[in-house]
RNA sequence: GCCGAGGUGGCGGAAUUGGUAGACGCAGUGGACUCAAAAUCCACCGGUUUCACAACCUUGAGGGUUCGAGUCCCUCCCUCGGUACCA
């Protein structure tokens, strides 16, 4: 057996056994429990980054864990292939998207298969493949025919100079990434679809995640936004359509003393109509980039329109602003404003010097000072007419009613969630499969057409996608009317293909349907781990998904994802290591020189999945010190020294062949150590905390090295001149710890399991059991306080009850010393932990 | 701005239900081995006071609840994630 630890040979080794022997493919078997585990997959990019193997590490250690229970685990992997940086590289490398991107998926597939993870690789797919995104396509138009998707106008950042669409991420400063120009905002027609039918059973089906974390749970909620309120009507003189707002707080109505409206509400452009001003006003409204961030920490600004909204109940002018935080396409454009209840409109009030006129009250009858600051709590209606003395719960219930009646609105329930946008101005993404005909309309291409293929053989320029100056690909004729008509040149937003990629992973190879029956034995996915970043978006449309294709009769499940693990970022000097910032590790370094065993022990000892994890080049280290000495324990059981496991190997339970009956108390003391830390490895596995797996097992290697009583040393020699009963402490005690391991280092613990003597293969071994006998103590050791200060630590029979506890820590002479000249006035016992004395 | 997390030694972190703060590891210091170095092994390792025994202080800051608070409550500060076209 080699002397020293060689992970770059037993890796490769244990690599090979695994690929010979398809160890990690898996068919659906219904005689047993199955296992979906699902790692988020990765875009792309080039390389792995430290995020990616640490993504990939958690999943991979749950998959086997739970292989280990028994199960029969699915554990995929594809490519989530689609998106900007493919064409960012393309403009930059004069390289086609589709090159680049296969190209670094085959370099990264490597690099996954370098870490050992247990993948299926034959149900492997990537979103750019025709293939995959033809089902898209086809669900797409399914849900054209039923009404879930729609087209309207929505406002995207646009760069003037390069004439293209930018996303969010591409505007730094209010301005274009590439040439510095001042971004605008720009209204263009795109398709949405109707998540906000779903909003609802959204946010219910949030109940049945047990297995989520509390605070995506939470993030899930409030992104939803469900509120009950009223849409209320304002008629604006000389106008047919009145101008409608939703407000939550019905009871301030009588306190409306302005309306705020988009610089694209059609009131703005007619009031812009003749006034230089206003036009200028809207023209600089509309140099802000559309995220929401820079929408409410922008400084707030309005002009006056001249216009008047009526009040509905008062029948009183109110003066209709214009202001650059109101935005045309989210609700209708226009809110009602309450400066001395809602403390944006105060302070919007206070720069405009517009009237602030308090309607509710503080119950307790005092007047909260309106100088300082809005009055947004609910309270006692005055200076509101009829409803003056109500409260607000009352109140709002009142003039719901009354604008019910007068048909002036309506109770309301609304959501803050907003239909998604889907249509993306780019070239590398699915087509969107609808025809524009100029007789007909948008027609949906028939399923006979599909799939729409993009063209992979392009020229990507910084000015707008190269399919809009394709007419090869979108010239067309009508499916409806055969006349001449043009295709969608705008491709989905990359979340759909992302949103139902882990139900693909069930029937990848199936080109006749989206999903098969398949998906019935494997979904729900039992496990899904990928970062926090993730936490709103791609999880709620990935549910959104899941329900779309329930209800289409593909799938019969409420909920796709059952558990939920949200890792945490890798950080770099304090923030997340994004080859945007420059700052990412490449973990191939990190392979090289230590293995991919090394690199996963890393990564899961450092921090728990849950936090962020700080980077460290030297903390590396002793994680490749414990496999040195793992390696070196492993090598002195070999040879001579395995022990005989005859009986053993046939049934490969290597509980069995251990005999006890000689061991002494150090023999004893020292079993009992192995199975205590065992005990809490397996807590900890249970909870998904693996670094404290890690570090009982370190305690398990240090108790086993342990120069045991009239052994000086620990070198073979001096071990092979230790007893039987040794012997099988430490083969014992090795085999749980390898077994303990083998999730988080596969390949060391494949190779020196094969070294203890076992028939079988590690990943084929039973998860290791606690023998309880080994853990009993006669004594135990408990703390004893005075007024909640540590004072003493006795030892008393473990079986010991609470007056016997009490007894034996009023014994102690420190206990004697604090509480000397004092009164007990009371004692509390925890059994089997601690007495604490109160006295004074 | 809003929503969600986090803040514990020089560093990463542990403390599972309100019950011994600092497990395990990194770095550091001292020692063994060596001609020497590396590697390896052993010991020490929060702060103040003390010859010592020991005492006191200490979980971002301030307050509260409790016999007892890193853990629960309130206020504040800082860092990170998301904020709908980064994925």
């Given at each position: 057996m080699d002397e020293l630890y060689n992970p770059q040979k037993i890796e490769q080794e244990a690599q090979q056994y695994w690929e010979e022997n398809n160890s990690f493919s898996v068919t659906e078997d219904p005689d047993k429990e199955k296992f979906y585990c699902l790692s988020m997959f990765p875009y792309p990019s080039g390389q792995l980054h430290m995020g990616h193997v640490r993504n990939y590490t958690i999943g991979d250690v749950i998959s086997r864990y739970q292989r280990m229970r028994g199960k029969n685990v699915l554990q995929p992997m594809g490519w989530d292939a689609f998106g900007m940086p493919a064409e960012n590289a393309a403009i930059k490398n004069k390289v086609p998207p589709a090159k680049w991107t296969y190209e670094n998926i085959d370099y990264m597939r490597t690099q996954l298969k370098r870490l050992g993870f247990a993948y299926d690789w034959g149900r492997e797919l990537a979103t750019c493949q025709p293939q995959y995104y033809r089902w898209e396509q086809w669900l797409f138009t399914r849900l054209f025919e039923k009404g879930l998707v729609y087209k309207k106008s929505a406002a995207v950042n646009w760069c003037p100079h390069d004439q293209t669409v930018l996303a969010n991420e591409q505007v730094v400063d209010g301005c274009?990434?590439?040439?510095?120009t001042p971004v605008i905002r720009k209204e263009i027609p795109q398709w949405f679809m109707r998540i906000t039918d779903y909003a609802q059973e959204l946010l219910d089906d949030l109940d049945k995640l047990k297995d989520w974390p509390e605070r995506v749970l939470a993030m899930q909620r409030n992104w939803i936004g469900r509120s009950e309120g009223v849409e209320v009507y304002f008629e604006v003189p000389g106008h047919d359509q009145p101008l409608k707002v939703f407000t939550t707080r019905p009871d301030t109505l009588m306190g409306v003393t302005y309306m705020a409206v988009a610089a694209e509400h059609p009131l703005a452009r007619e009031a812009a109509q003749g006034s230089e001003d206003i036009t200028l006003f809207i023209a600089r409204c509309e140099t802000m980039d559309v995220s929401e961030a820079s929408l409410e920490t922008v400084e707030k600004l309005g002009m006056d329109t001249g216009l008047k909204a009526i009040h509905p109940v008062s029948g009183k002018d109110v003066p209709i602003y214009i202001a650059n935080f109101v935005l045309m396409t989210y609700g209708e454009g226009a809110v009602m404003a309450v400066p001395a209840h809602d403390q944006r409109d105060w302070e919007f009030a206070r720069k405009y010097d517009i009237t602030i006129e308090p309607v509710v009250f503080p119950e307790d009858g005092s007047e909260p000072d309106l100088q300082q600051c809005a009055y947004v709590e609910k309270g006692v209606l005055r200076n509101s007419g009829e409803f003056n003395g109500l409260s607000s719960a009352k109140a709002f219930d009142a003039i719901a009613e009354y604008l019910e009646k007068a048909g002036k609105g309506q109770r309301q329930v609304h959501f803050r969630l907003r239909d998604w946008g889907v249509s993306r101005q780019r070239y590398w993404g699915a087509p969107i499969p609808i025809i524009n005909c100029p007789a007909c309309g948008p027609v949906a291409v028939p399923d006979t057409d599909l799939p729409v293929v993009l063209p992979e053989d392009v020229i990507v320029e910084g000015t707008g996608s190269p399919i809009k100056k394709m007419p090869s690909f979108y010239e067309t004729t009508c499916p409806g009317c055969g006349g001449k008509a043009e295709r969608e040149t705008d491709t989905f937003d990359t979340f759909m293909e992302s949103s139902w990629y882990f139900a693909r992973?069930?029937?990848?190879?199936?080109?006749?349907?989206?999903?098969?029956?398949r998906v019935n034995y494997w979904l729900p996915v039992d496990q899904y781990v990928g970062g926090i970043e993730h936490a709103i978006l791609h999880l709620l449309y990935a549910r959104f998904y899941n329900k779309l294709m329930r209800d289409i009769g593909?799938?019969?499940?409420?909920?796709?994802?059952?558990a939920l693990l949200t890792q945490g970022m890798v950080l770099k000097d304090g923030s997340k290591m994004s080859k945007s910032k420059g700052n990412t590790v490449d973990p191939q370094a990190l392979i090289d020189e230590y293995g991919a065993d090394t690199a996963r022990m890393f990564t899961m000892f450092a921090a728990p999945p849950e936090q962020s994890l700080e980077w460290s080049d030297d903390a590396v280290a002793g994680a490749h010190r414990f496999l040195k000495r793992l390696w070196k324990l492993g090598r002195s059981l070999h040879?001579?020294?395995?022990?005989?496991l005859e009986h053993a190997s046939?049934?490969?339970?290597?509980?069995?062949?251990?005999?006890?009956?000689?061991?002494?108390e150090e023999q004893k003391a020292i079993r009992r150590k192995v199975h205590s830390h065992l005990r809490k490895a397996n807590d900890d596995m249970e909870r998904q905390q693996f670094n404290t797996v890690i570090s009982a097992g370190m305690q398990i290697l240090s108790t086993l090295t342990q120069p045991v009583p009239g052994h000086s040393g620990n070198s073979p020699e001096e071990v092979s001149q230790l007893g039987p009963v040794y012997k099988q402490i430490r083969h014992e005690g090795m085999s749980i710890l390898l077994r303990m391991l083998a999730p988080i280092v596969p390949h060391i613990a494949h190779a020196l399991w094969l070294k203890l003597g076992y028939s079988g293969v590690v990943i084929s071994a039973p998860w290791p059991m606690v023998d309880t006998s080994a853990l009993q103590l006669d004594e135990i050791e408990i703390v004893v306080q005075v007024n909640g200060k540590l004072r003493d630590r006795i030892k008393i029979p473990s079986d010991a009850d609470n007056a016997a506890m009490e007894k034996r820590a009023l014994a102690s002479a420190k206990v004697q010393q604090h509480i000397e000249g004092k009164t007990i006035r009371k004692t509390i016992v925890v059994p089997g932990k601690l007495v604490n004395i109160v006295a004074n």
């Open positions: 274009c990434w590439r040439c510095n992973y069930a029937c990848a190879d199936n080109d006749t349907a989206m999903l098969d029956e593909l799938t019969e499940i409420d909920e796709p994802f059952n040879g001579e020294w395995a022990i005989d046939t049934a490969n339970i290597p509980e069995a062949p251990y005999d006890w009956s000689n061991a002494n």
